[in-house]
C-alpha cells in the first residue's frame, strides 16, 4: 500500500529561523524539511528552533540538521518504522537523485491503517480516550512500541470536544505495562483486560474497604 506524498513547500537557505517555527506551530510538525536547489539537506527539529534567534537564516543552522528521508514507501511496517526510529511526524521522501518530492504524514498512515487488514489478525484491541487538545497519535503508537508491543493497526472511533478515542490493535510486548503507561500519558482505558493490574487492585482495593465495613457493622 502506497501513501500520498504531500507537496509541502520546504525550507531553503535564506528563510528565517522564526518563520520555519510559525509553520511548524501551525501545522503541527515536529519537524520540517530544508532544501536547496531541490537537493534535500535535511530535516530540522521544530523544538530547537526555539531557541534560535529568529532572524537567523537557516542555512546557518546545518549543525542542527537531522538527515532521515525514504525513497520507498509501500511497506506500512518498515515506513512507521522510520516514523518511530526518528521520533517524527513528517516524512520527507526523495527521489532517487536525492531530489525532494514531498513528505507523507504521520496521521495520514495510522488513518488509513484502518483500510488494510491488520484488524483481522491475531492480537489484542486497546481502546482508549483522551482530550483532543493533548491528543496525539504518534504517542499512542510510541507507547504501544516503547513496550515491546507491535502495532498491528489503528482505528479512529470517535472524535468529540470531550475526548478523541481509538482503538489500537497490538501484538506481544507486556500489556499491563502498555496499559499503565497510557494511563500516566492521561489516557483514559476504555477497554478491560485480564492482564490489566490496575483494575485488579482497584478490585482488591474495594474488597478490603467492604470487609472493613462490615466489620464495622458487627
Known amino acids: 500500500m502506497e501513501w500520498q506524498i504531500e507537496h509541502m513547500i520546504p525550507a531553503h537557505g535564506n528563510i528565517k529561523a522564526g518563520e520555519v517555527l510559525n509553520r511548524c506551530l501551525d ?4 519537524h520540517f524539511p530544508v532544501v536547496d536547489t531541490g537537493i534535500f539537506r535535511g530535516m530540522i527539529r521544530c ?3 526555539q531557541d534560535i534567534n529568529p532572524n537567523e537564516p537557516i542555512k546557518n543552522l546545518q549543525y542542527l540538521f537531522e538527515n532521515f528521508f525514504v ?6 511496517t ?3 518504522s ?12 526523495l527521489d532517487k537523485n536525492a531530489q525532494y518530492t514531498g513528505v507523507i504524514f504521520l496521521e495520514d498512515i495510522l488513518l488509513d491503517l ?6 483481522t489478525q491475531e492480537g489484542i484491541l486497546i481502546r482508549v480516550q483522551k482530550e483532543p487538545e493533548d491528543f496525539s497519535f504518534f504517542q499512542a503508537a510510541q507507547i504501544v512500541e516503547t513496550n515491546g508491543g507491535k502495532l498491528l493497526g489503528i482505528l479512529l472511533i470517535e472524535e468529540t470536544h470531550e475526548g478523541i478515542t481509538i482503538e489500537l490493535k497490538v ?7 502498555i496499559l499503565q503507561s497510557f494511563r500516566r500519558y492521561d489516557y483514559k482505558i476504555l477497554s478491560q483486560h ?9 478490585k482488591e482495593h474495594a474488597d478490603f474497604l467492604n470487609k472493613y465495613l462490615e466489620l464495622g457493622e458487627d
Request: proline share 2%.
Open 47 to 49: 523544538e530547537d528552533l
Open 171 to 177: 501484538k506481544g510486548g507486556d500489556i499491563n505495562q
Open 71 to 76: 525513497t520507498s514507501y509501500n511497506d506500512w
Open 82 to 93: 522510520e516514523f518511530l526510529t526518528n521520533e517524527t511526524n513528517v516524512m520527507p521522501v
Open 78 to 80: 518498515k515506513l512507521f
Open 194 to 202: 485480564k492482564e490489566d493490574r490496575h483494575l485488579q487492585e482497584l
Open 114 to 119: 484502518s483500510e488494510i487488514q491488520a484488524f
Open 27 to 30: 501545522e503541527h510538525l515536529s
